[in-house]
């Protein structure tokens, strides 16, 4: 049996899925501010270096687009020469959690501030990558660049250059969507690459006024960091920043991974170590002083299409983006501007879940409104602080539902009132149970009954205690509680009560 039976299978795939990523590559390059060259770069590494390593066998990583405001951002504050430190250190906290086994936790994440995250991010290329279809200067922030789209608008429609950068921008564009519909033995080319040597060709066919990729050549872009930049890690901007990029990059890859598993039938995703691949890419790319690296959803499906069986097609797709990097660097320097950006504006729109709102908002409103306020929150703010927004509401969100917490009141006539208290009795719900409680008659004994609950935390217990000392002084007997566990209540007379068929319901009110 031969060693690699796979290999005809894998060989096709790698060219498809290196047909796919070239294009990707350069255009989050450009889009985040850095050569080109070090697009290329990064999908190198994600194809052999991380290709090698266990995790996925069959999910593909590179330069994302998810990572483009991040690393423009990055590179804008801090320099150039800082983005290697950056990345090199988000590299090694990808590699500890790894070793941490904290891989799989990634998977608790809420699904609704990750596509709030995509969304967000989706946003912001979308308006920036106008301005560069336009060849404008786009503004810094995500909020300026969608409130400042009506004045480049008008400034656009007065040039003629930006009008043809616009209709070269715009027909990539079409050229991707219309690419879908052609018969299957035409789409063998993707159909990026195909918009993009259309843009290449009929630019200077028309002679369109267009800006090209400007090319500094592979070993001139790769920047090792410096020992200045190592200087200025420990400050919190820096720290911050690594945080992003380290926890941003790692859940994106694992979701990709979960995704890519229910696309085959061959090896599940060891969460793990796939983690500590990513993050030995990253550390390697950060020593290179490139962009950073996720699993990429798009060249990912587009592998298993394909037909990959095993890992080798995407060490091979790496393999051929060194052989194009090293053999055919002039040929980026055709390539148009505004065709990078109708990439860019294209992958940001399918970044954004528009059919996963409508479903949310039908089913759960509640998880709707954190993927909308966490893509807001990206646009206007940032991207870190926009995921911890995200974050913090999915918690909230969390704990208020599961302090659900149900009071029913029962009164026979004659006898002692019955309260029984069931679910998770929390701090969240104290006011309402407490309310409750003290609204019962003063001069009638209670007895409260615990049993139903699932939690009862601190703050409900002493607040409990404290109104049953108060009620016991002022009624005619103590409080007799029933606990939901051996503890006792101070102030009361514990064990449980022996209750007849109630009589009268007065109250059933979840609190």
């Known amino acids: 049996m031969s060693k690699f039976p796979y290999l005809r299978q894998d060989f096709a795939a790698s060219i498809v899925v290196f047909l796919v990523a070239l294009p990707l590559c350069v255009g989050v390059a450009v889009a985040s501010g850095v050569p080109a060259e070090l697009g290329l770069v990064t999908g190198i590494v994600g194809g052999i270096i991380t290709g090698l390593m266990r995790g996925s066998s069959l999910q593909v990583s590179g330069p994302a687009a998810g990572l483009t405001v991040l690393v423009f951002e990055a590179v804008a504050e801090f320099g150039l020469p800082a983005l290697g430190v950056i990345v090199l250190a988000a590299g090694?906290?990808?590699?500890?959690?790894?070793?941490?086994?904290?891989?799989?936790?990634?998977?608790?994440?809420?699904?609704?501030?990750?596509?709030?995250?995509?969304?967000?991010?989706?946003?912001?290329?979308?308006?920036?990558?106008?301005?560069?279809?336009?060849?404008l200067r786009a503004p810094a922030s995500g909020i300026d660049k969608i409130l400042g789209l009506p004045v480049a608008a008008v400034d656009a429609f007065g040039s003629t250059e930006a009008l043809a950068s616009l209709a070269v921008g715009a027909g990539t564009i079409a050229v991707m969507v219309g690419w879908k519909k052609l018969p299957k033995k035409a789409r063998t080319v993707p159909g990026a690459l195909a918009a993009v040597i259309l843009?290449?060709?009929?630019?200077?066919?028309?002679?369109?006024?267009?800006?090209?990729?400007?090319?500094?050549?592979l070993i001139d872009s790769i920047r090792l960091?410096?020992?200045?930049?190592?200087?200025d890690m420990a400050t919190p901007a820096v720290i911050g920043t690594i945080l992003a990029f380290a926890l941003i990059a790692s859940a994106e890859s694992l979701f990709s991974a979960a995704a890519v598993d229910r696309l085959h039938d061959g090896p599940r995703t060891q969460y793990d170590k796939e983690l500590m691949a990513q993050g030995a890419g990253n550390a390697v790319c950060g020593a290179l002083g490139a962009l950073p690296m996720t699993?990429?959803?798009?060249?990912?499906?587009?592998?298993?299409?394909?037909?990959?069986?095993?890992?080798?097609?995407?060490?091979?797709?790496?393999?051929?983006?060194?052989?194009?990097?090293?053999?055919?660097?002039?040929?980026?320097a055709l390539i148009p501007l505004p065709a990078l950006a109708g990439i860019?504006?294209?992958?940001?729109?399918?970044?954004?879940?528009?059919?996963?709102?409508?479903?949310?908002?039908?089913?759960?409103?509640?998880?709707?409104?954190?993927?909308?306020?966490?893509?807001?929150?990206?646009?206007?703010?940032?991207?870190?602080?926009?995921?911890?927004?995200?974050?913090?509401?999915?918690?909230?969100?969390?704990?208020?539902?599961?302090?659900?917490?149900k009071l029913e009141v029962i009164d026979k006539g004659a006898g002692?009132?019955?309260?029984y208290l069931s679910g998770n009795a929390t701090f969240l719900r104290l006011p309402k149970i407490l309310d409750s409680l003290e609204a019962l008659p003063q001069d009638r004994?209670?007895?409260?009954?615990?049993?139903?609950?699932?939690?009862?935390?601190?703050?409900?217990?002493?607040?409990?205690?404290?109104?049953?000392?108060?009620?016991?002084?002022?009624?005619?007997?103590?409080?007799?509680?029933?606990?939901?566990?051996?503890?006792?209540?101070?102030?009361?007379?514990?064990?449980?009560?022996?209750?007849?068929?109630?009589?009268?319901?007065t109250s059933t009110e979840p609190v």
């Open 295 to 332: 699993a990429v959803i798009v060249r990912s499906s587009a592998n298993v299409a394909a037909g990959a069986r095993t890992k080798a097609s995407r060490v091979l797709h790496g393999v051929w983006l060194l052989l194009f990097a090293a053999l055919l660097p002039w040929a980026l």
């Open 445 to 505: 004994p209670v007895e409260l009954d615990l049993s139903g609950l699932h939690h009862l935390d601190h703050a409900c217990r002493t607040a409990l205690e404290t109104w049953a000392e108060r009620h016991s002084t002022a009624g005619t007997e103590p409080v007799k509680v029933t606990e939901p566990a051996k503890a006792t209540v101070r102030g009361s007379t514990t064990g449980p009560t022996t209750a007849t068929e109630p009589e009268r319901v």
């Open 92 to 135: 090694l906290l990808q590699l500890a959690m790894g070793a941490l086994k904290l891989g799989r936790w990634f998977r608790a994440i809420s699904v609704s501030v990750v596509e709030g995250m995509l969304a967000g991010i989706g946003l912001v290329i979308i308006a920036g990558q106008l301005y560069a279809a336009a060849g």
């Open 416 to 419: 002692p009132i019955q309260a």
């Open 199 to 217: 843009a290449t060709v009929l630019t200077p066919a028309f002679g369109l006024p267009v800006a090209t990729v400007e090319v500094n050549g």
């Open 225 to 231: 960091p410096g020992a200045a930049a190592f200087g």
């Open 344 to 405: 860019l504006v294209h992958a940001g729109w399918k970044l954004i879940p528009f059919r996963e709102v409508v479903s949310l908002w039908r089913a759960h409103r509640g998880e709707a409104l954190i993927l909308v306020v966490t893509a807001v929150a990206i646009v206007a703010v940032n991207m870190f602080e926009g995921v911890l927004i995200g974050l913090a509401l999915s918690v909230i969100k969390t704990a208020w539902e599961t302090s659900h917490v």
